[in-house]
Nanobody, 119 residues
Framework: VQLQASGGGLVQAGGSLNLSCVVAGGTFNFMPMAWHRQAAGKQRELVAFISSVGSTIKYEDSVKGRFFISRDAAKKTVYLRMNSLQAEDTAVYFC?????????????WGQGTLVTVSS
């Protein structure tokens, strides 16, 4: 399984960005997906999660109401729409594909895309 993230860049505070992550290999429709971020000097944190069929969506508290995760099975792509961006959102954003069952969990990671929000 390979993940290719894109869409990062430089944006002014209050602006918006759309991140995309294309999944190659694996069975996309059976994979929960997530976006994480890691700011300089900080630990990686979960930003948003979407279940394999999109019925369950979760967000980190600081992005609720501003970020929206979605997925397109036909394009094998997961998206993160980020609105009202703040300087605190500056980080490298990673997409994450998950395989899990009762005995095993495995995670695949994309290469990361840098989001820089200028204040």
């Amino acid at each position: 399984v390979q993940l290719q993230a894109s869409g990062g860049g430089l944006v002014q505070a209050g602006g918006s960005l759309n991140l995309s992550c294309v999944v190659a290999g694996g069975t996309f429709n059976f994979m929960p997906m997530a976006w994480h971020r890691q700011a300089a000097g900080k630990q990686r944190e979960l930003v948003a999660f979407i279940s394999s069929v999109g019925s369950t969506i979760k967000y980190e508290d600081s992005v609720k109401g501003r970020f929206f995760i979605s997925r397109d099975a036909a394009k094998k792509t997961v998206y993160l729409r980020m609105n009202s961006l703040q300087a605190e959102d500056t980080a490298v954003y990673f997409c994450n594909a998950i395989y899990s069952d009762s005995d095993l969990r495995y995670d695949w990671w994309g290469q990361g895309t840098l989001v820089t929000v200028s204040s």
